[in-house]
């Protein structure tokens, strides 16, 4: 027995040693990528030296001679800290992430190779300015710099991804910073899913009237009645009642789901609504939150001067920020410009499409899809006149379309002439409010809400090209349409002189929340459907309610968590509820609904994440809606996961008869409103209990309403997620200025998946007193102590100096690169 034991120990010594063995291999392989930002080092491809200053937020300073090294400077600085997130977002533009994932991103490449990105991004190269090109070229120029040494000096592959993932890396191309412009411009369009929500609602709603109930204008006129859209295909066979066939989302797919399209907040004030006599500029764009963020804190010294903000790996601009005379914040515009057309096919020849003219020709090309350890697959790739031709199997497509017919998309981004990037190049040289807005002419897509301070002036314009509708056209662009009608073809693009522009306006305050900017009659209307009508309340009485400001009230208004929903529905939905209630004993259904009611009815509507109201509050509404639609949409309530405060308040104020949804129609009973929101705020009790027991009073939001930033493929590996993957208990919420959009989903429905990957706050009274966050850290190797430390300030609502004084980065320098030309 003694020698088994021994034996035992033996093995079991073993095993550990092994193991302990195995995990520093592994930690010494992962460590070899870890940058290092002391050093000098021979590269080919700069013409002088270049000098990168990382503050001691790892933010590079890059100093050079010619503003062509300075692009060569941040495009090595990229690929130092970003190699996995730019080659990953370079694959998915290219449709190429089967090669290194198999076939579960086969959708994802069959959709990217569909679109056809890369193309058009490839032949819009030829469309920059010649300042431009010479940026995009000594941007490659440095990505690749960076990619022969992690080849020279066996740096570990260049990131831990490439260990587990094999993902050759191709040399950097100017095409391929394109690429990733038009990728982003994919996961900031939304307006095609709303097509196809609204088409598959109205054919379970043929009733405007409830169909204008669940998808509501944003108040305000200008909207026409729609037709029904089965009549706008007469003698079809119409899926009515299609049940959606699509499969769980892929974590790598690059088109948001509804309600996630891009959301922002920018604000600007005059001189004489500043309280130090310069402008005052505050902008938080709303991306899903990842490890590590999409944003890339950087500063760029230019012959134009310098220019610090946010930047995109993959990209030679910074984003949003400002200069030494100009500030830019970017919003979400929520612009129509993309439309769906249903394409009749020829019953005699499926290779042919009906047009105006009659039948023509699909133009077509094969398309290779490699897969790692699989057969590849060929896919013949089709376009019509108004664009490509979408999978049916995607987006519930097939709910929505004829027998005999498929989908096209007309798009802005599919532009082989994009000169977007010429725009945000020009936008960082600009030196005044007037030369921007010159610039932003050139923008294309993404379609944003510009912004603008200099020190004198504030504007704000719509940026992004315009699709031109006909006025007769059948759906005004909200439903998928008949491709083969001349009427709902577009007819070009509108001039830039179109965009709606406010500059210096009496009020001396500019701003928007994605919210409805103006009321012009289609088709001049910018949009039908908008991202916000409850953010916007919130702001206005913020900006109004004091004569001047600071940075400090912008920083103030930017982290507010007071939610101007929660102060409107709760006393319409509790209205019949609040000290209605007869005693009951404690441990009962009718004492906990009491015990609830009295918190709301105490509760000023902050989001705060150490409160038990938000959650109590956030669990009733969303029960509510789900008592409502369930009966009338069944299976396609699940599309609307979020509530919808414009939908509850049509509902519990009977506006055009809305009560009606009170009543479940399967019911013999005749249910009020009163009675489905008491029976909604005893589910949410239930659902409470069940999820986090105790009593009411120990509930916390921030237990619900964590921030998940995870990492896009790590993420979901079992152990190591632990490691790679950011949790944070955070307030706000879906209506909150500081914004955090939950995930509605099941088991974390409150899970916050979607909010300010930067904050930045630009004063020019005292520009260098200007500040500005990320939502993780600069680098993407997450054994790296900059992996998540902007996380932790980001997640306190604090920030960081965003100065352009050199000597204060070199003062506080971790490290300093200089790249000498071989």
């Given at each position: 027995?003694?020698?088994?034991?021994?034996?035992?120990?033996r093995?079991?010594?073993?095993?550990?040693?092994?193991?302990?063995?195995?995990?520093?291999?592994?930690?010494?392989?992962?460590?070899?990528?870890?940058?290092?930002?002391?050093?000098?080092?021979?590269?080919?491809?700069?013409?002088?030296?270049?000098?990168?200053?990382?503050?001691?937020?790892?933010?590079?300073?890059?100093?050079?001679?010619?503003?062509?090294?300075?692009?060569?400077?941040?495009?090595?600085?990229?690929?130092?800290?970003?190699?996995?997130?730019?080659?990953l977002?370079?694959?998915t533009?290219?449709?190429?992430?089967?090669?290194?994932?198999?076939?579960?991103?086969?959708?994802?490449?069959?959709?990217?190779?569909?679109?056809?990105?890369?193309?058009a991004?490839?032949?819009?190269?030829?469309?920059?300015?010649?300042?431009?090109?010479?940026?995009?070229?000594?941007?490659?120029?440095?990505?690749?710099?960076r990619?022969?040494?992690?080849?020279?000096?066996?740096?570990g592959?260049?990131?831990?991804?490439?260990?587990?993932?094999?993902?050759?890396?191709?040399?950097?191309?100017?095409?391929?910073?394109?690429?990733?412009?038009?990728l982003?411009?994919?996961?900031l369009?939304g307006?095609?899913?709303?097509?196809?929500?609204?088409?598959?609602?109205?054919?379970?709603?043929?009733?405007?009237?409830?169909?204008?109930?669940?998808?509501?204008?944003?108040?305000?006129?200008?909207?026409?009645?729609?037709?029904?859209?089965?009549?706008?295909?007469?003698?079809?066979?119409?899926?009515?009642f299609?049940?959606?066939?699509?499969?769980p989302?892929?974590?790598?797919s690059?088109?948001?789901?509804?309600?996630?399209?891009?959301?922002?907040?920018?604000?600007?004030?005059?001189?004489?609504?500043?309280?130090?006599?310069?402008?005052?500029?505050?902008?938080?764009?709303?991306?899903?939150?990842?490890?590590?963020?999409?944003?890339y804190?950087?500063?760029?010294?230019?012959?134009?001067?310098?220019?610090?903000?946010?930047?995109?790996?993959?990209?030679?601009?910074?984003?949003?920020?400002?200069?030494?005379?100009?500030?830019?914040?970017?919003?979400?515009?929520?612009?129509?410009?993309?439309?769906?057309?249903?394409?009749?096919?020829?019953?005699?020849?499926?290779?042919?499409?009906?047009?105006?003219?009659?039948?023509?020709?699909?133009?077509?090309?094969?398309?290779?899809?490699?897969?790692?350890?699989?057969?590849?697959?060929?896919?013949?790739?089709?376009?019509?006149?108004?664009?490509?031709?979408?999978?049916?199997?995607?987006?519930?497509l097939?709910?929505?379309?004829?027998?005999?017919?498929?989908?096209?998309?007309n798009?802005?981004?599919?532009?082989?002439?994009?000169?977007?990037?010429?725009?945000?190049?020009?936008?960082?040289?600009?030196?005044?409010?007037?030369?921007?807005?010159?610039?932003?002419?050139?923008?294309?897509?993404?379609?944003?809400?510009?912004?603008l301070?200099?020190r004198?002036?504030?504007?704000?314009?719509?940026?992004?090209?315009?699709?031109?509708?006909?006025?007769?056209?059948?759906?005004?662009?909200?439903?998928?349409s008949?491709?083969?009608?001349?009427?709902?073809?577009?007819?070009g693009?509108?001039?830039?002189?179109?965009?709606?522009?406010?500059?210096?306006?009496?009020?001396?305050?500019?701003?928007?929340?994605?919210?409805?900017?103006?009321?012009?009659?289609?088709p001049?209307?910018?949009?039908?459907?908008?991202?916000?009508?409850?953010?916007?309340?919130?702001?206005?009485?913020?900006?109004?309610?004091r004569?001047?400001?600071?940075?400090?009230?912008?920083?103030?208004?930017?982290?507010?968590?007071?939610?101007p929903?929660?102060?409107?529905?709760?006393?319409?939905?509790?209205?019949?509820?609040?000290?209605?209630?007869?005693?009951?004993?404690?441990?009962?259904?009718?004492?906990?609904?009491?015990?609830?009611?009295?918190?709301?009815?105490?509760?000023?509507?902050?989001?705060?994440e150490?409160?038990?109201?938000?959650?109590?509050?956030?669990?009733?509404?969303?029960?509510?809606?789900?008592?409502?639609?369930?009966?009338?949409?069944?299976?396609?309530?699940?599309?609307?996961?979020?509530?919808?405060?414009?939908?509850?308040?049509?509902?519990?104020?009977?506006?055009?008869?809305?009560?009606?949804?009170?009543?479940v129609?399967?019911?013999?009973?005749?249910?009020?409103?009163s009675?489905i929101?008491?029976?909604?705020?005893?589910d949410?009790?239930?659902?409470?209990?069940?999820?986090?027991g105790?009593?009411?009073?120990?509930?916390?939001?921030?237990?619900?309403?964590q921030?998940?930033?995870?990492?896009?493929?790590?993420?979901?590996?079992?152990?190591?997620?632990?490691?790679?993957n950011?949790?944070?208990?955070?307030?706000?919420?879906?209506?909150?200025?500081?914004?955090?959009?939950?995930?509605?989903?099941?088991?974390?429905?409150?899970?916050?998946?979607?909010?300010?990957?930067?904050?930045?706050?630009?004063?020019?009274?005292?520009?260098?007193?200007?500040?500005?966050?990320?939502?993780?850290?600069?680098?993407?190797?997450?054994?790296?102590?900059?992996?998540?430390?902007?996380?932790?300030?980001?997640?306190?609502?604090?920030?960081?100096?965003?100065?352009?004084?050199?000597?204060?980065?070199?003062?506080?320098?971790?490290?300093?690169?200089?790249?000498?030309?071989?």
């Amino acid at each position: 027995m003694a020698t088994l034991f021994r034996w035992l120990l033996r093995f079991a010594s073993m095993a550990i040693m092994l193991s302990v063995i195995v995990v520093l291999l592994v930690y010494y392989l992962a460590s070899r990528s870890l940058p290092e930002y002391d050093k000098d080092l021979a590269v080919a491809g700069a013409a002088a030296e270049i000098e990168i200053v990382r503050d001691n937020a790892a933010v590079p300073h890059i100093f050079a001679r010619s503003d062509r090294d300075a692009y060569f400077g941040l495009g090595y600085a990229h690929a130092q800290d970003r190699i996995w997130q730019m080659v990953l977002m370079r694959r998915t533009a290219q449709g190429r992430l089967s090669e290194v994932f198999g076939r579960r991103t086969l959708d994802t490449d069959i959709l990217m190779r569909r679109l056809d990105l890369y193309t058009a991004a490839t032949r819009s190269v030829d469309a920059q300015d010649a300042t431009t090109t010479q940026a995009l070229r000594a941007y490659a120029a440095g990505v690749n710099a960076r990619i022969a040494e992690i080849n020279d000096q066996s740096l570990g592959r260049g990131a831990p991804e490439f260990f587990l993932f094999n993902a050759p890396v191709a040399p950097w191309q100017p095409a391929d910073s394109l690429a990733i412009v038009k990728l982003m411009a994919l996961q900031l369009s939304g307006q095609f899913r709303d097509e196809i929500l609204r088409a598959r609602t109205s054919l379970l709603l043929p009733d405007p009237n409830r169909l204008a109930d669940i998808l509501p204008d944003m108040p305000g006129d200008g909207t026409a009645a729609l037709p029904d859209y089965a009549g706008l295909f007469p003698n079809r066979d119409m899926p009515r009642f299609a049940a959606s066939s699509e499969g769980p989302r892929d974590p790598l797919s690059p088109v948001p789901e509804r309600g996630l399209a891009g959301a922002s907040n920018a604000f600007a004030a005059a001189p004489d609504r500043s309280a130090g006599g310069g402008t005052l500029l505050a902008n938080d764009p709303h991306l899903g939150l990842t490890a590590p963020s999409t944003w890339y804190l950087a500063r760029l010294q230019l012959s134009s001067g310098g220019v610090i903000g946010g930047t995109i790996p993959g990209v030679p601009a910074v984003m949003l920020g400002r200069s030494q005379d100009l500030a830019w914040g970017l919003t979400s515009s929520y612009l129509d410009d993309q439309d769906l057309h249903i394409e009749e096919l020829n019953p005699e020849n499926s290779e042919q499409y009906r047009t105006p003219e009659g039948w023509a020709r699909f133009r077509t090309r094969r398309s290779i899809i490699e897969i790692k350890d699989d057969t590849p697959v060929t896919v013949t790739l089709r376009w019509t006149e108004n664009g490509p031709v979408l999978p049916r199997t995607r987006f519930d497509l097939e709910t929505i379309t004829p027998p005999g017919h498929v989908v096209s998309l007309n798009w802005t981004a599919l532009a082989e002439d994009d000169s977007s990037m010429s725009a945000a190049i020009g936008l960082m040289r600009a030196g005044s409010v007037e030369e921007a807005l010159e610039s932003s002419g050139r923008f294309v897509a993404p379609s944003q809400m510009l912004t603008l301070i200099d020190r004198d002036s504030i504007a704000m314009k719509l940026i992004g090209a315009m699709p031109a509708r006909d006025p007769a056209h059948q759906s005004q662009g909200r439903l998928p349409s008949p491709g083969w009608i001349e009427a709902n073809r577009w007819q070009g693009m509108l001039p830039d002189s179109a965009n709606p522009v406010w500059t210096d306006p009496d009020g001396g305050i500019v701003g928007n929340t994605n919210n409805k900017i103006i009321d012009r009659p289609f088709p001049m209307h910018v949009s039908f459907d908008w991202g916000d009508s409850q953010r916007v309340m919130r702001w206005t009485q913020l900006m109004q309610g004091r004569q001047v400001h600071t940075r400090d009230s912008f920083i103030e208004a930017q982290l507010d968590t007071v939610s101007p929903t929660a102060r409107t529905l709760l006393p319409l939905i509790g209205r019949d509820l609040w000290y209605t209630g007869e005693a009951a004993p404690d441990g009962t259904p009718e004492r906990r609904r009491q015990q609830a009611l009295d918190l709301l009815a105490n509760w000023n509507g902050e989001m705060n994440e150490h409160l038990p109201e938000p959650l109590i509050y956030a669990a009733w509404v969303r029960a509510l809606q789900e008592r409502l639609i369930r009966d009338e949409l069944g299976p396609l309530a699940e599309r609307f996961n979020h509530v919808e405060p414009l939908f509850i308040e049509r509902v519990f104020r009977n506006v055009d008869g809305a009560a009606v949804w009170c009543d479940v129609i399967r019911s013999v009973m005749v249910e009020t409103c009163s009675d489905i929101a008491r029976q909604s705020l005893d589910d949410a009790l239930v659902w409470i209990a069940e999820t986090y027991g105790g009593s009411l009073e120990s509930l916390r939001w921030g237990d619900a309403h964590q921030a998940l930033h995870a990492h896009a493929v790590l993420g979901e590996i079992p152990v190591l997620r632990h490691f790679v993957n950011i949790r944070q208990n955070t307030s706000g919420g879906d209506f909150t200025l500081e914004r955090g959009r939950t995930s509605g989903r099941d088991p974390e429905p409150f899970l916050n998946i979607h909010a300010a990957t930067y904050r930045g706050v630009y004063d020019f009274a005292d520009p260098d007193s200007s500040v500005f966050i990320s939502s993780t850290g600069q680098s993407g190797h997450f054994l790296s102590r900059h992996y998540d430390d902007l996380g932790t300030l980001w997640r306190r609502g604090e920030y960081i100096p965003m100065s352009l004084d050199a000597e204060l980065a070199r003062a506080a320098s971790i490290g300093v690169t200089r790249l000498i030309p071989e």
